[in-house]
């Protein structure tokens, strides 16, 4: 069964800052990865899906990476900012989805 | 699009009660999820339908829980009796495999809340 983690749980840093979250995964055989976003209270938000053939994938401030072979994704955010404070969860599809626990993003002003 | 809908976003109900969730999937969309989601557990699969038939209800804690979805634009989750510990936010989310690409972006509702006392 796919195990995706993600560390740190927690991360606090001062506004302005580049911030990298990581994604590991056990299973190789995956059909992509998806980044989300949680607020409080709120469903999850699609942020970047990179397929397995892919290597990265940039949206603004956000790039995302994937290196199947170490089972390895990371997200990394440019010159955070106090509204990208949030939940951060990495999704890994191979037979469903399989979800890890999410880092906690704190973006202090 | 609206989205994926879901109803009601909360609900507040008493132990042994039966308790329907809803959810109205992306239109087109041929995958359909139910999550649920606690402090303790974080994301957890309940089921999940491909074109309207169930495909993997492992996830399902117990025989209290079923799902269905009549047609492409409809689902239920049903707790029946509802307990204390079945408090999450439970979540639908829909998808579409691009066959081509393999790319399946999954796309959630907003949730529903329940609180069972």
């Known amino acids: 069964k796919q195990e995706v983690t993600q560390i740190p749980a927690a991360l606090s840093v001062p506004e302005g800052e580049n911030l990298v979250l990581n994604c590991s995964f056990t299973d190789s055989a995956i059909y992509n990865l998806q980044w989300f976003r949680q607020d409080p209270g709120k469903g999850l938000t699609s942020l970047l899906l990179i397929q397995s053939s892919q290597r990265e994938q940039t949206s603004g401030r956000l790039n995302a990476s994937l290196d199947k072979s170490s089972g390895r994704s990371t997200l990394y955010i440019a010159a955070s900012q106090p509204g990208d404070s949030a939940t951060y969860l990495c999704a890994v599809e191979s037979n469903q989805f399989y979800f890890g626990t999410g880092t906690s993003l704190t973006v202090i002003p | ?117």
């Open chain 2, 1 to 117: 699009d609206a989205g994926v809908i879901q109803s009601p976003r909360h609900e507040v109900t008493e132990m042994g009660q039966e308790v329907t969730l809803r959810c109205k999937p992306i239109s087109g969309h041929d995958y359909l999820f139910w999550y649920r989601q606690t402090m303790m557990r974080g994301l957890e699969l309940l089921i999940y339908f491909n074109n309207n038939v169930p495909i993997d209800d492992s996830g399902m804690p117990e025989d209290r829980f079923s799902a269905k979805m009549p047609n492409a634009s409809f689902s239920t989750l049903k707790i029946q009796p509802s307990e204390p510990r079945d408090s999450a936010v439970y979540f639908c989310a829909s998808s579409l495999k691009d066959w081509y690409t393999g790319a399946n972006v999954l796309t959630f509702g907003a949730g529903s809340r329940l609180t069972v006392l």
